[in-house]
């Protein structure tokens, strides 16, 4: 009996520590850090989200662009070709067809919306490029529903980076810490409007932490799989110590929504251009001038390499940084600055990253060896729209507001000479001339600067060649 009765007492002792061991289990869970079964601690994700949701803005643009009946490959504004199933090109080409004349356009209206980053309490705000290129009128709506009317400070559709100012102050703000290297797998979180849906949060990981993309050799972008939909642009990546990583930019997409595969912008980058636009108002990016392309095995052994790695030179600009270094075709860049160029996209990544007149040392194989080589970049076309300007009035007998091409953009259009029309009245108007259009010549006489285009007071009509979308013609003006 005494035995039994000690039995009992020792089961009733173990059922007590197990019932303890359980409620202690169940207490870490509900209020300790969660633990994976590593017994590494899991990201705070709902501590991020509520430390940056408040700086995080919603931004909705008006505005306008230019349709043609036959645009070019690319706009002069930079943006992509329009697509050639377009209805309203296809409009445009039958109304050009039937009445001929000047080719015709449209302006058509232009809303969009995306996400921006407050960086500063006195209201200024960071986001992409492309949220706010084509914007007439830009309102950004905080957490808190106030909306503000904001100005666009400036703009560097290169590395799709723009700066904003709404008026005010005390703004809640994430505060931009010097940037440090990312590892793949880290934990990310993103921040931001997708389809209008306002302080979406949405978490992943770094799927890789410099990669390129067509089209967009000025960046070496941050890939993650965190969820990103039309409307993320301009928002903030962030990792898990809280520090802004990036701004969410692009996604790869064959359906317009998100597949696993979101692009951020490196905040060293953000940075860099944001200092500029304050400063100076404008982006200079450093040009190299050369042409490159990837080294694949056969390459490699063709080149005599050890393995299929660094970026072939196809192309050096006559006159450019390179050629004064002695770049050549045919040169193997394997190493700037002392680090190793694995893919040709990390070339063009490099010399982006310096500013014009920074001297870059370049390891070369050529011919079964290594060289060393330096160049001093040179200074690129700046890829900065400035928003605080004034608009452009027209005015004169023509009622033109005109300005001169830069070199770039005369290489582009292929013209020698030329005046891009920016804004039009009066004559210009009645004529059918539009804002974008390039005039050639003023009766028959070239012209490349304001006062040549000037006309007499004497005259009742003036014939000017025009071109437009790769077209040219002469339009015949009445004067007042």
């Not at 633990?35 to 306008?64: E, H, K, W, Y």
């Not at 809280?242 to 969410?248: D, L, P």
């Not at 000479?417 to 804002?435: E, N």
Request: hydrophobic share 50%; aromatic share 4%.
């Amino acid at each position: 009996m005494k035995a039994a009765k000690h039995w009992g007492t020792r089961f009733a002792a173990a059922r007590g520590l197990q019932f303890l061991f359980v409620m202690l289990v169940l207490g870490c869970v509900a209020h300790g850090p969660a633990r994976a079964r590593t017994g590494q601690v899991l990201p705070d994700v709902a501590g991020i989200a509520a430390r940056f949701a408040p700086a995080v803005v919603n931004i909705a643009v008006i505005g306008s662009r230019s349709v043609f009946a036959d645009p070019p490959s690319a706009q002069r504004d930079g943006t992509p070709p329009a697509d050639e199933q377009d209805p309203v090109l296809e409009l445009l080409r039958g109304f050009q067809m039937r009445f001929g004349g000047l080719p015709p356009a449209l302006r058509l209206p232009v809303r969009g919306a995306g996400s921006g980053l407050i960086v500063r309490a006195d209201g200024l705000i960071l986001t992409n490029a492309h949220v706010v290129a084509d914007a007439d009128e830009v309102r950004v709506k905080l957490g808190d529903r106030r909306e503000f009317r904001a100005r666009v400070l400036g703009l560097d559709r290169r590395t799709d980076i723009a700066v904003l100012k709404i008026e005010g102050d005390g703004f809640p703000v994430a505060v931009l810490q010097p940037p440090r290297p990312l590892r793949v797998g880290e934990w990310v979180v993103a921040i931001g409007s997708p389809f209008g849906f306002e302080s979406t949060v949405t978490a992943g990981v770094v799927s890789a932490v410099t990669r390129a993309l067509p089209g967009d050799g000025a960046v070496a972008f941050i890939q993650t799989d965190a969820a990103i939909n039309p409307g993320n642009s301009g928002g903030p990546l962030i990792d898990m110590r809280g520090a802004v990583v990036g701004i969410n930019a692009r996604i790869y997409s064959q359906t317009g929504g998100y597949q696993g595969l979101s692009f951020a912008i490196p905040i060293a980058v953000a940075q860099r251009a944001m200092q500029q636009i304050l400063s100076t108002g404008r982006v200079r990016h450093a040009r190299l001038g050369i042409a490159v392309q990837e080294v694949d095995q056969a390459l490699a052994e063709a080149f005599a390499l050890a393995k299929p790695a660094g970026a072939l030179i196809i192309g050096v600009t006559a006159g450019s940084a390179a050629e004064r270094a002695g770049l050549r075709s045919g040169d193997v860049v394997i190493e700037v600055d002392g680090q190793a160029v694995e893919w040709s996209s990390d070339l063009p990544v490099a010399v982006s990253l310096a500013a014009p007149g920074d001297v870059l040392r370049f390891t070369v194989w050529r011919q079964g060896e290594r060289r060393m080589l330096q160049a001093r970049l040179d200074d690129g076309e700046p890829a900065v729209d400035i928003g605080a300007q004034p608009p452009p009035v027209p005015g004169g007998r023509l009622g033109l507001a005109l300005r001169v091409l830069a070199p770039g953009e005369l290489r582009e259009l292929g013209v020698a000479k030329g005046l891009l029309v920016q804004a039009v009245d009066g004559a210009a108007a009645q004529a059918g001339l539009m804002a974008g259009d390039v005039v050639l010549a003023v009766d028959g006489r070239e012209v490349d600067t304001v006062e040549a285009a000037q006309v007499a007071s004497g005259r009742r009509a003036v014939a000017l060649l025009v071109q437009r979308a790769r077209i040219q013609l002469y339009v015949a003006l009445r004067l007042p």
